[in-house]
């Protein structure tokens, strides 16, 4: 169902982008959750989904997705 999304977010780290997360929640439940690549631009320490985001001037962005 999600196969897309999670290509593109594996396409994302071939562009040079360190990691990604992302979450999809459907009448409050989790449905999809997939993270890849790194926490940091090293690329030293895996994700491991518990990493907290300095989103600063997204807020913008994630008002128009709610």
């Known amino acids: 169902m999600f196969e897309e999304l999670m290509s593109f977010q594996e396409d994302m780290l071939k562009l040079g982008i360190p990691g990604n997360d992302c979450i999809v929640c459907h009448n409050g439940k989790v449905i999809y959750r997939y993270y890849c690549g ?24 994630i008002t128009c997705c709610a």
Do not use: D
């Open 38 to 61: 790194f926490a940091n631009k090293e690329k030293t320490s895996p994700l491991n989904g518990h990493e907290r985001y300095q989103i600063f001037s997204c807020s913008k962005v």
